[in-house]
């Protein structure tokens, strides 16, 4: 079984995606918030390129059955119900509801890798969700960054260095192979894995998170298995599953 990891948001194309199961992984914050929002009973998330996306899908379903979430520059889209920090997403807020969603970075990746076989969202806190999905599903899989505007980011590629980490834990010896980005991310993940609180703390986005008054956020992201739930693409949008 071959991992691989795209360490940043361009490195690969559509075709690299064939045939193959990929994680799209954007710890601050999308995929952490997007799992919280799904485990805390949302209905579906659908992710969006742009805001006029959101507002116009907004018009195909009944007053009350959507919410329109996500932020630009970290912060809440003006008129928007939620931004994306993972602490407004309350059970009694999202029970239920289909969340119409962009942000930055993490929504356009989804987008992006429509054409893979499956796609899953993956971060520190369903870690150990995602990785028991990729042992049982036996395939090759593309673990994608979402990255910053097209480039690297650090939390992204050691949260994607856990995964295969752990793939390589949970299966027999010889049966995974890595490709060098798939390397490169195990090393960086090993270099902070006894701290993550540091990591995340020195990265560019969670500066910039702090700067915004959003630490609590960097906590949370880093919190590991908080939920046992893999959200899925299904039809454009993602839903629930547990591994
Ligand atoms: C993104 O998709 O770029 C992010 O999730 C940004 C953020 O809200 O921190």
Known sequence: ?????????????DKDLEGKIV???????????????????????????????VKKSAKEY??????????R???????????????????????????????????RMLVKTKKARKVYVGSFVNMSAVVKRLVMDGIDCFIVCSGREGKF?????VCAGMIVDRMRENSPKGFVQLTDEALVANIVYEHFSNDLNKMINQSFHGRYLVELGM??????????????????MENGGLIKSTP
């Open 1 to 13: 079984m071959k991992i691989d990891v795209a360490i940043t948001p361009e490195s690969f194309s």
């Open 23 to 53: 994680v799209v992984v954007d710890v601050l914050r999308a995929s952490t918030t997007i799992t919280a929002a799904l485990a805390r009973g949302a209905e579906k998330v659908l992710p969006l390129a742009t805001v006029d996306k």
């Open 62 to 71: 009944p007053q009350g059955k959507v919410l329109l979430c996500g932020e």
């Open 73 to 107: 520059e970290g912060i809440r889209i003006p008129g928007f119900d939620l931004g994306n920090s993972p602490h407004e997403y309350e059970d009694s807020i999202v029970q239920g509801k289909i969340l119409l969603y962009t942000s930055t970075n993490g929504s």
């Open 153 to 157: 980011s650090l939390e992204d590629t």
């Open 215 to 232: 630490k609590s956020d960097l906590s949370f992201s880093i919190s590991l298995d908080l939920y046992d739930t893999v959200p899925v």
